[in-house]
T-cell receptor
């Protein structure tokens, strides 16, 4: 039973570039949420996707966008990268819009912006 | 004021010690709370949910005080394997959006 898988595991980009991160949810899950975790901080909620629509969004600028595909996998896109976007990006999946205790996190993608 | 505040530590304790972590939250309407554990360079994993009546799971006890908007985690008989960052989490009022504290670093030494 595959858990949440994210790719790539590490990524280095230059300021101003664009990046796409990918997430496959745990088998049986249909909801995907994305979090940003800066060094020494707790994860911060970016947005949540369910039925291919963005359902909730945290306090992140429009440079952060996402997509969910019919197979429930998801992408996070960040445009015009800033140094401050360097962080661990975590994908979490769950079944439906149920209780948060069912959230399962992937290993994350570590993004470095130089 | 931060939505979820934790003492970042670090806490350095010997094996067998009892250690307590505290956390405060600002959203009085929040319905659910959790403690997550995060090992170095790994993803967060759910440790336990927190209920007003208090709940215990082996060596771990969590407590919620709604009046004071305060959450605690008690670890008894600390093991080396308990070394990690402990994240206090407010589940808010809408499913799937978790608000994490900064995390408290625990190191258990021999």
């Amino acid at each position: 039973d595959a858990g949440v898988t994210q790719s790539p595991t590490h990524l280095i980009k230059t300021r101003g570039q664009q990046v796409t991160l990918r997430c496959s949810p745990k088998s049986g899950h249909d909801t995907v949420s994305w979090y940003q975790q800066a060094l020494g901080q707790g994860p911060q909620f970016i947005f949540q996707y369910y039925e291919e629509e963005e359902r909730q969004r945290g306090n992140f600028p429009d440079r952060f966008s996402g997509h969910q595909f019919p197979n429930y996998s998801s992408e996070l896109n960040v445009n015009a990268l800033l140094l401050g976007d360097s962080a661990l990006y975590l994908c979490a999946s769950s079944f439906g819009l149920g209780e948060a205790s069912t959230l399962h996190f992937g290993n994350g993608t570590r993004l470095t912006v130089t | 004021r931060k939505e979820v505040e934790q003492d970042p530590g670090p806490f350095n304790v010997p094996e067998g010690a009892t250690v307590a972590f505290n956390c405060t939250y600002s959203n009085s309407a929040s319905q659910s709370f959790f403690w997550y554990r995060q090992d170095c360079r790994k993803e967060p994993k759910l440790l336990m949910s927190v209920y007003s009546s208090g709940n215990e799971d082996g060596r771990f006890t969590a407590q919620l005080n709604r009046a004071s908007q305060y959450i605690s985690l008690l670890i008894r008989d600390s093991k080396l394997s308990d070394s990690a960052t402990y994240l206090c989490v407010d589940g808010g009022t809408s499913y799937g959006k978790l608000t994490f504290g900064q995390g408290t670093i625990l190191t258990v030494h021999p």
